[in-house]
């Protein structure tokens, strides 16, 4: 039966984050988390693998303190066990540091047949952790795959590449990466909900992962994050008869050289 | 640590990220180095003001390079190395820089060298901000397409070395390599877009839309849910982070709500109009105009004073 690893990240909410017109600082203070949207389409792949193939699975996430409260929704989206590090170096983490402890948490807990991941997080969108992770792990990476199938040990992939789809089978194990449009992630029931509470949960320590210092090192370190303000006019028209506001328009356009 | 390289399979967006890597070339005074995968794109990039090109050759997957692009990066002792933000480029670039144990910045918009330090700009959450990042040195970056203006020919004279590498990785088979059929124009370059979103009850009324666009002289966009959920328009017209960046003279949505994903794909236009029956709707905060309404009852007013 194959066994896929299925990585996740749990972020802030970007609908929630506000930012404040005065000096565009960002507020955090009504943010709730989730599971990244991305990795929704990664869970929901490896669920529907499951389900077509029999395969188990086992989700892995790296966060800061806060990322244990993911683990009972995750748990009801359909994957068999979890395995968390929660570890504040999270918060500063970049690709090579994630992809490093991810990697490392895999080697541990594995083999794997298969590593699902989203084709990047909705707060970052760095995109680099699932090739990363295969070149750590000696693996082939398909990346923004659209499609995917197992196949006797192998994997079938169809990629998505802007202006090409392409198929790439691969012999054996490898990390994949899909793009939101692989599937539509289904809603958990209050069934699956229920059962996640008896699911299996592990936190792993990063000490324990025999990583150097260098490998748990930052190449990049964040400087200023400035909320993006936009310059607009903002004139709005609003009489309740829509002829009135149309003319307006029109006229307001007519002033700018557009018509 | 010295040299800059640069890579993408497109040559059109080699030749842009030219220019990125001849503006570095002039604060760190070290030599250009591109590579290229076929023989007239390393001519154009040599003409260009590479200072050297090298051609690689023995593969037939642009994926299977990222391994001797790395190799390649680690004798010249590479210390910025600049790839094409495709979805290749992507994947190359994340195996480039895991190769040299470097630091690899994503889509990044604006690219310095500040106290021995790649200095960068990107958006986060989902566009909603900008992020400046420090990355130390050897580091990646991709620059996606169009982020930069092409190098023009200037007589550059570049030396070209081929450069024939192993065979690629034996379990990776590749095939039905196909192209997506574009169903019509690049609004990515479109002067006019009008552009619909969830506010459209059922598909038939996009000829609101269309009716509107044709008297505009507009293109049509959509958000994203309009392409990849109710399949109404194809993926190439939607506008966002995740689908095409536009900069349109004009911009006008119907029926769309202005979510960040969506907005940080509009940015670059010169005029932004919305028509929302949601006053509080984000996109009024996007927008230079906007009127709030059934968009049923004020496109059909629109169009008609286009008309005229
Ligand atoms: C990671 C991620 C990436 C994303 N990338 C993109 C992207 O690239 N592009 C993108 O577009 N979205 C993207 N999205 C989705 C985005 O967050 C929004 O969900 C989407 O843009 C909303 O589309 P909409 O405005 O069409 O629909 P809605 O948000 O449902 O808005 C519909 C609007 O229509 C108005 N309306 C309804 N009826 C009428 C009427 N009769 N007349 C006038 N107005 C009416 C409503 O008031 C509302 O404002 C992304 C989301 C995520 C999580």
Redesign the interface.
């Given at each position: 039966m194959p066994k896929i690893l299925v990585c996740y990240k749990w972020v802030?909410d970007?609908?929630d984050?506000r930012?404040n017109a005065a000096d565009a600082s960002?507020d955090f203070s009504r943010a709730k988390y989730k599971i990244s949207d991305y990795d929704k389409n990664a869970i929901e792949e490896a669920v529907q693998l499951q389900e077509s193939q029999g395969a188990t699975i086992d989700a892995i996430t790296f966060g800061g303190p806060a990322v244990k409260q993911s683990l009972k929704d995750l748990l009801s989206r359909g994957p068999d066990k979890v395995y968390y590090l929660a570890d504040p170096a999270a918060d500063k983490a970049?690709?090579?540091v994630t992809?490093g402890v991810l990697a490392a948490a895999a080697r541990t807990k594995g083999p794997y047949d298969l590593i699902i991941c989203g084709e990047?997080s909705?707060?970052?969108?760095?995109?680099?952790v699932?090739?990363?992770m295969?070149?750590?792990l000696g693996l082939?990476?398909i990346?923004?795959v659209q499609s995917l199938k197992l196949e006797d040990g192998r994997i079938v992939a169809?990629?998505?590449?802007?202006?090409?789809?392409?198929?790439?089978?691969?012999?054996?194990p490898?990390v994949v990466s899909v793009v939101?449009?692989i599937n539509?992630p289904r809603i958990p029931s209050l069934k699956q909900v229920l059962a996640a509470a008896k699911k299996p949960s592990e936190e792993i320590k990063i000490a324990d992962l025999g990583l150097t210092p260098a490998q748990l090192t930052?190449?990049?370190?964040?400087?200023?994050?400035?909320?993006?303000v936009?310059n607009?006019?903002?004139?709005?028209?609003?009489e309740p008869a829509?002829?009135d506001?149309?003319?307006k328009?029109?006229a307001?356009?007519a002033k700018?050289g557009?018509? | 640590m010295s040299g800059i390289l640069i890579f993408s399979e497109n040559n059109a967006t080699a030749l842009e990220l030219l220019t990125a890597g001849l503006g570095l070339k002039a604060t760190m005074n070290q030599p250009l180095c591109a590579v290229a995968l076929a023989e007239e794109d390393a001519a154009a990039l040599a003409a260009a003001g590479a200072d050297k090109v090298i051609l690689l050759k023995g593969r037939d997957w642009p994926e299977g390079y990222a391994q001797p692009i790395a190799e390649l990066a680690a004798k010249d002792l590479a210390a910025v190395i600049l790839i094409g933000g495709t979805a290749r480029g992507k994947d190359i670039a994340a195996k480039v820089a895991d190769g040299l144990d470097a630091g690899l910045v994503t889509e990044a918009q604006t690219i310095e060298i500040v106290d021995d330090k790649l200095q960068t700009t990107r958006l986060k959450y989902g566009g909603l901000a900008v992020a400046s990042e420090a990355t130390v040195l050897p580091a990646v970056v991709t620059v996606a397409p169009r982020t930069f203006d092409k190098a023009t020919a200037a007589g550059g004279q570049g030396q070209i070395i081929s450069l024939d590498t192993a065979d690629g990785d034996p379990r990776v088979k590749v095939s039905d390599l196909c192209p997506i059929e574009r169903q019509g124009v690049d609004i990515a370059a479109a002067a006019r877009i009008v552009c619909v979103g969830r506010g459209l009850s059922q598909k038939e009324d996009l000829a609101l839309a269309e009716d509107l666009a044709k008297a505009l002289t507009a293109e049509i966009g959509c958000t994203r849910g309009i392409a990849e959920d109710y399949h109404w328009l194809p993926v190439e017209r939607y506008i966002g982070i995740s689908g095409q960046k536009v900069k349109p003279e004009v911009y006008l949505s119907l029926g769309v709500s202005g979510q960040v994903q969506h907005v940080a794909g509009i940015r670059d236009s010169k005029i932004i109009v919305a028509v929302d029956s949601n006053e509080k709707a984000p996109i009024f905060e996007a927008a230079d105009y906007g009127i709030v309404g059934d968009l049923y009852e004020v496109a059909p007013l629109l169009t008609a004073a286009f008309k005229k």
């Open positions: 802030l970007e609908q984050i930012v960002l970049d690709g090579h992809a990047g909705s707060d970052a969108y760095n995109q680099q699932a090739p990363r295969a070149a750590r082939p990476a990346t923004f169809t990629r998505k590449l802007g202006d090409c789809t392409e198929v790439v089978t691969i012999d054996g490898a939101p449009e539509k930052p190449k990049t370190v964040s400087m200023t994050v400035k909320g993006f936009m607009r006019k903002n004139i709005l028209f609003k829509q002829a506001n149309v003319a328009l029109v307001a356009l700018e557009v018509c | -």
